[in-house]
């Protein structure tokens, strides 16, 4: 646990490193001045009561490792007068051999007890008693686990199953289940993440789908035969199949030429052309993360290709984190997982994409680790490249995490303005195509997080232009990407009844306005009249009620103020989560309210409240409750509210 503490202009530090829920090491760092051991946990806790102390709960720590460098840290366990227990009274034997004759039937270790069966039976009548304790627990462990859905994770419930036979040698299985059922939450947001890249996909399509259903519209409205193929103009814009070369895995047309540089990428491309042009001299690991689209997997097989170029001798492979998850498995089913390792050791550069779905692949996890060790001390070269830094990962391997973090971490983020106008310009003059000036601009404003959508875009404005031998203008931009504004899911005006009647439990909805009043109203109608809600908001609690007549079960003033009347909630994104979660468990099926999205923006950033809305929506998905978030739209960049508006469902209302 870290605790930060800002207050009248100084600032302190503190930490603590607990095992079991019992803390073992403290440290407090305040103007320059450190305190180690009791002393230091002292200073903790006092610090963790002042409501300007943010604290930060961290899972991933090396005990052992820190117990080793911070040995004057550690603290001391306080001496405790140890009182003989008292000896039960004996359990008849017949009774213990009956309840043991049930154990044993169901697969339980009965081992102790038919150690001891012969011997004192005070010795006996602990040991049984022990052993029923101890498989008390293992049920309910048992049941907990039946509970959760382990596809995808056979093997590892299925050890944990064994386990449970043995409950005297297992007493902190509740910890494994508990984090099994974390991967399984992180393996099912993945796959959500995936979902939507899919949807994605099949959205732009279905645009694309749009846009010749129009062709055709207006070449009936206009007696046009429409021509049998697109023509050159649009073969050349398009982006063409791709070629892979099949000694290396690696796609021919991703090279370092065809990579725009800009600043928001530009020391990712750096790197990677670093480890192209000397791998002896290579960052090992080069990490590149980014969100979808932006072109970490581009540079990857741009590595490969450069380094093919080079000298075809090159041994360089190309491959993804599931990809390498399915080998294994293959692997392991026909009994070639001595082949598979041999083929990964003897490449001199290994390209691994997607990292992020090593996530709860604990096999496919220690095989990587192995092929990852085999190379480094081969001076060999891996680049990785995920949606997230390791650190970020759930359920990955401390010892990977490690290792992936020991060389360079580069990451690439959503290009700016003037490199996606770049980037059009670029694929225009490629393809010979006029284009007004102002079109470009259009469609690099509609289009800003997503490379791949962004040439999506420009494709279909090319397909439509040449189909209906029309010139590219800014207004034939604009009538083709009408649909692909980026506008998020509903938009349409509604009345609040409508708009009440049409709430859904799990769902998260967005309203854009520049005072909360249809918010408040529409939270108020989600109620039902019954007390009750969680209201996070920017405005004086006391306004509220007198306005609305609102009573929530529990209304936070949002405000780094104190304040005698209203309870507050300052402009910490962790505290918020954890308020919210919290409310949520204790009060299935509640609704939460949050105003003053732009104040959490200006106290923290606009990314970190991006990555804390989805959270709230995940949470929310997974429920019977509702969130309404009330939002200026005014107060965001446009880019920033259609960020947000692509997470939520939006109402209008009239």
């Not at 039946?146 to 040698?169: M, N, S, Y």
């Not at 996909?201 to 021509?227: F, G, N, W, Y």
């Not at 800014?474 to 504004?485: I, N, Y």
């Not at 009347?565 to 939460?592: A, C, F, H, N, W």
Request: proline residues 4%; hydrophobic residues 40%.
């Amino acid at each position: 646990m870290r605790t930060v503490r800002n207050a009248s202009g100084e600032r302190s530090e503190g930490v603590v490193f607990l095992r079991g829920g019992n803390p073992e090491v403290s440290l407090h760092h305040k103007n320059g001045e450190q305190l180690k051991g009791r002393a230091a946990l002292k200073q903790v806790w006092q610090d963790s009561y002042d409501e300007a102390c943010v604290l930060e709960l961290h899972a991933r720590v090396d005990m052992d490792g820190l117990l080793k460098e911070y040995g004057d840290a550690i603290l001391e366990k306080p001496t405790k007068l140890v009182k003989r227990s008292k000896v039960p009274h004996p359990v008849d034997r017949p009774e213990i051999e009956r309840q043991v004759a049930m154990w044993k039937e169901k697969g339980y270790d009965v081992s102790t007890i038919e150690g001891v069966i012969d011997k004192d039976p005070n010795e006996l009548t602990v040991a049984f008693l022990s052993l029923q304790e101890a498989i008390r627990k293992s049920d309910a462990a048992a049941e907990a686990l039946a509970r959760l859905d382990v596809g995808g994770f056979e093997e590892r419930a299925e050890a944990i199953r064994a386990k449970l036979r043995e409950p005297l040698k297992h007493a902190d299985l509740d910890a494994e289940i508990e984090s099994l059922r974390d991967a399984i939450d992180s393996r099912r947001h993945i796959d959500a993440r995936r979902e939507i890249e899919a949807a994605r996909e099949r959205d732009s399509k279905e645009r694309t789908k749009k846009v010749l259903q129009l062709v055709m519209k207006q070449q009936q409205a206009l007696h046009v035969e429409a021509p049998s193929a697109p023509d050159e103009a649009v073969r050349a814009i398009e982006s063409p199949p791709p070629t892979r070369d099949e000694a290396t895995n690696v796609i021919q047309q991703y090279t370092f030429d065809a990579f725009l540089v800009g600043e928001s990428n530009r020391f990712a491309q750096a790197a990677a052309a670093a480890v192209a042009k000397d791998l002896a001299k290579a960052y090992n690991p080069l990490f590149i993360t980014s969100g979808p689209g932006l072109g970490k997997t581009h540079l990857l097989h741009a590595i490969g290709n450069e380094l093919r170029g080079r000298s075809r001798e090159a041994r360089v492979l190309y491959t993804t984190a599931q990809a390498f998850v399915d080998d294994v498995t293959v692997a392991k089913r026909e009994g070639t997982l001595a082949e598979f390792r041999a083929r990964l050791r003897e490449v001199d550069c290994l390209l691994v994409d997607d990292v992020q779905l090593f996530s709860g692949q604990r096999e496919a996890q220690e095989e990587f680790l192995q092929v990852f060790e085999d190379l480094a001390n081969g001076n060999r070269v891996i680049v990785l490249a995920g949606d997230r830094p390791p650190k970020a990962i759930p359920d990955l391997d401390e010892r990977l995490v490690s290792r992936f973090e020991s060389g360079l971490m580069a990451t690439i983020q959503p290009p700016e303005r003037e490199t996606r106008i770049a980037i059009l310009r670029r694929r225009a003059t490629a393809a010979r195509i006029d284009v007004d000036a102002d079109v470009l601009p259009f469609i690099a404003d509609l289009v800003e997080d997503n490379v791949r959508e962004l040439g999506g875009a420009l494709n279909r404005v090319v397909t439509f232009s040449s189909l209906m031998a029309r010139p590219i203008t800014r207004d034939l931009a604009k009538e083709v990407l009408r649909d692909v504004t980026g506008e998020a899911k509903g938009g349409e005006t509604v009345g609040l009844e409508q708009a009440a009647g049409a709430l859904v439990p799990g769902r998260s909805y967005l309203i854009e306005e520049d005072r909360p009043a249809n918010a408040f109203q529409l939270f108020a109608r989600a109620l039902g009249g019954r007390r009750g809600g969680l209201v996070i908001t920017r405005t004086n609690p006391k306004r509220i009620r007198e306005t609305f007549s609102l009573e929530a079960d529990r209304t936070l003033w949002l405000t780094d103020r104190e304040s005698k009347s209203e309870k507050t909630i300052q402009p910490v994104l962790e505290r918020i989560i954890y308020e919210i979660e919290d409310y949520m468990s204790q009060r299935p099926g509640s609704v939460i309210l949050l105003d003053g999205l732009e104040y959490l923006v200006s106290s923290n950033s606009f990314e970190a409240v991006l990555k804390f809305v989805r959270r709230v929506v995940d949470t929310v998905s997974e429920s019977h409750s509702l969130f309404i978030l009330s939002v200026g739209p005014a107060t965001l960049k446009e880019q920033e509210r259609r960020m947000i508006e692509r997470e939520m469902e939006v109402l209008r209302f009239e």
